[in-house]
């Protein structure tokens, strides 16, 4: 494999500027990998900011919170599931998730309701009103992701992007 050279001139990058500094003190490394998954990581947290000021207006919610109400909203009627179900889903701690609920819960977003099935288990029920807001929310975040896309990207290369992504995250997971 060829080693990897850093852009240089106007779309010269952050991330290109570490990679530049690792190729004067390491040139032996290829920077390819870094350069790739610094840009990602980069971008994954510039976009959860925009998408989190895009779900603001909802309720204060936050990324985590719209994602426990996705969730439901996902699982189809009667949009309800187990808090086990949801921990493992969206891979956080059941502190973290005891949290979550306790916000939707008194904001009035989802129930808590004994599991008919399971005398220990619990069963979590999204709200009209919290289904109301994970639908308009699930806009707004939408269009920041296609706002993005589309300031750089075409359509043919959003879909490639896409592929590429899927196929390198299923390597990794």
Known sequence: MEKHTPATGPGHDAVDAITDQWAAVR????????????RIYRLAGAMRGKVDKAYAPYGGMSLGEFDVLATLRRSGEPYTLSPRQLTATLMITTGGMTGRLDKLERAGLITRSPDPNDRRGLRVTLTEEGRTLVDQA????LAQQAAALEAALSP??????????????????
């Open 27 to 38: 040139p032996d490394l290829d920077t390819l990998p870094m350069a790739v998954f610094g």
């Open 156 to 173: 043919e290369e959003s879909e490639q992007l896409s592929a590429l992504l899927r196929r390198l995250l299923a390597t990794t997971v």
């Open 138 to 141: 699930v806009g707004a975040g």
